[in-house]
């Protein structure tokens, strides 16, 4: 079954970057393109970014050009997105998604913190 | 891409139909047949209900359906049930990405 394991809660400080992994498995992992979405507490879906696994192909919301790279290690079925200069309005959960028939699987979402 | 426009609140009884709609641009919801809607309940990752404005996944109730007319994408929900009680939120593709729409909250009275 295809399954999307994001790694764990992360809290850091005004400044800092932060990297979310998210190991895909069930699945042919360069097929499908992987969406990365947050969502803050009380606030909406956000869409932050995708990439392609095959080809290594990425897209960014124009909000976080220059901020964030999304990448993946396809030994390891295992998709990456690394945020930098993170601020307070970046707290979140933060979720990859793969894209077919719609934002079809999800993970589980990975709590970022930013706080000093 | 600014968010999609959606209601904030929608509510109605059991048993009942409502629809939530979704305005965008013909950049974006009106330039493309690629219009989804994600179900969300409270601490839990969003859900696919309608993929291609109207298609359904595998496992999804026949009581949840979707359309576009223009800029504007709908979901509709009938035969309304307590556990449809959740936020909702419209996506739509723009060439470069996708947008949400800005969520609705569907209250079951």
């Known amino acids: 079954q295809v399954q999307l394991v994001q790694s764990g809660a992360e809290v850091k400080k005004p400044g800092a970057s932060v990297k979310v992994s998210c190991k895909a498995s069930g699945y042919t992992f360069t097929n499908y393109e992987i969406y990365w979405v947050r969502q803050a507490t009380g606030q909406g879906l956000e869409w932050v970014g995708w990439m392609n696994p095959n080809s290594g192909n990425t897209g960014y919301a124009q909000k976080f050009q220059g901020r964030v790279t999304i990448t993946s290690d396809t030994s390891i079925t295992t998709a990456y997105m690394e945020l930098n200069s993170l601020r307070s309005e970046d707290t979140a959960v933060y979720y990859c998604?793969?894209?077919?028939?719609?934002?079809?699987?999800w993970g589980q979402g990975t709590l970022v913190s930013v706080y000093s | 891409h600014s968010a999609l426009t959606q209601p904030a609140s929608v509510s109605g009884s059991p048993g009942q139909s409502i629809t939530i709609s979704c305005t965008g641009t013909s950049s974006d919801v009106g330039g493309y047949n690629y219009v989804s809607w994600y179900q969300v309940h409270p601490g839990k990752a969003p859900k696919v209900i309608i993929y291609d404005v109207t298609e359904r996944p595998s496992g999804v109730s026949n009581r949840f359906s979707g359309s576009k007319s223009g800029n504007t994408a709908s979901l509709t929900i009938s035969g309304l049930q307590a556990e449809d009680e959740a936020d909702f939120y419209c996506c739509s593709y723009t060439g470069s990405g996708v947008v949400f729409g800005t969520g609705t909250k569907v209250t079951v009275l």
């Open positions: 998604a793969r894209n077919y028939a719609g934002l079809g699987y």
